[in-house]
């Protein structure tokens, strides 16, 4: 058998494996993806805090902060701050901070109709930047005109995130209660103008692995 025979010999086995491994590959087509309402329990839940924990929770604090007339009734409204800065979780769920206090915040916005003012220190980097390309003239002024400073707060949130799990050796089943505590402070005084409060406990059998 001549070199040539031999090469193409080889050519053939190896298309015939690669044509049988591509056979081998799964592409059917999994199960298509599918919306589910946030302010419920979804396909997959365990016994962290989850979507309808968080619609919930918020939507009772910022019905309980507008009824509040030290916060939604003074005039002239108060500067509020609410960010994750002070809002610690010390407990076992994992969980994005910013979820809570993003959506209390933008909730509270929305609804308070000019009642309190929120100051955004989170976006304080980008107006700093903004603030010193005006004066070194390399933008125009906008059409609001010029500020001494960015505008400093009355109030601002803080709280926790604590948890207490327990698991039951016989079955596996697992429980775990949370406590969230929500404050508003005076950035002046220290005191505490308003506290809110929102507890739960969930157990399962099997839980689910949060990201």
């Not at 619609?55 to 309980?64: A, G, K, Y």
């Not at 933008?106 to 109709?113: G, V």
């Not at 955004?120 to 010029?146: C, N, P, Y």
């Given at each position: 058998?001549?070199?040539l025979?031999?090469?193409?010999?080889?050519?053939?086995?190896?298309i015939?494996?690669?044509?049988?491994?591509?056979?081998?590959?799964?592409?059917?087509?999994?199960?298509?993806?599918i919306?589910?309402?946030?302010?419920?329990?979804?396909?997959?839940a365990?016994?962290?805090?989850?979507?309808?924990?968080?619609?919930?929770?918020?939507?009772q604090m910022v019905?309980?902060?507008?009824?509040?007339p030290?916060?939604?009734g003074r005039?002239?409204?108060?500067?509020?701050?609410?960010?994750?800065?002070?809002?610690h979780?010390?407990?076992?769920?994992?969980?994005?901070?910013?979820m809570i206090?993003?959506?209390?915040?933008?909730?509270?916005?929305?609804s308070?109709n000019?009642?309190?003012v929120?100051?955004?220190?989170?976006?304080?980097?980008?107006?700093?930047?903004?603030?010193?390309?005006?004066?070194?003239?390399?933008?125009t002024?906008?059409?609001?005109g010029s500020?001494k400073?960015?505008?400093?707060?009355?109030?601002?949130?803080?709280?926790?995130?604590?948890?207490?799990?327990?698991?039951?050796?016989?079955?596996?089943?697992a429980?775990r209660?949370h406590?969230?505590?929500?404050?508003?402070?005076?950035?002046?005084?220290?005191?505490?103008v308003?506290?809110?409060?929102y507890?739960?406990?969930?157990?399962?059998?099997?839980?689910?692995?949060?990201?």
């Amino acid at each position: 058998m001549n070199k040539l025979a031999i090469l193409l010999i080889a050519a053939t086995v190896l298309i015939q494996t690669g044509c049988t491994y591509t056979t081998r590959v799964n592409n059917a087509a999994g199960r298509p993806t599918i919306y589910e309402d946030t302010t419920s329990t979804g396909a997959v839940a365990g016994i962290g805090m989850e979507s309808q924990d968080i619609t919930s929770m918020t939507d009772q604090m910022v019905r309980d902060m507008l009824s509040n007339p030290i916060l939604a009734g003074r005039n002239p409204a108060p500067r509020v701050i609410v960010d994750a800065e002070y809002f610690h979780n010390e407990g076992s769920t994992r969980i994005n901070k910013n979820m809570i206090t993003d959506r209390m915040r933008i909730d509270l916005n929305r609804s308070a109709n000019g009642r309190m003012v929120f100051i955004g220190r989170h976006f304080s980097d980008m107006v700093a930047k903004e603030r010193e390309l005006k004066r070194e003239g390399m933008v125009t002024e906008g059409t609001i005109g010029s500020a001494k400073a960015q505008a400093g707060a009355d109030f601002r949130l803080g709280g926790r995130i604590t948890t207490q799990d327990a698991v039951r050796a016989s079955s596996g089943m697992a429980s775990r209660y949370h406590l969230i505590t929500f404050e508003m402070i005076d950035l002046e005084t220290g005191i505490i103008v308003w506290s809110g409060m929102y507890e739960f406990k969930k157990s399962a059998q099997d839980d689910v692995v949060y990201r």
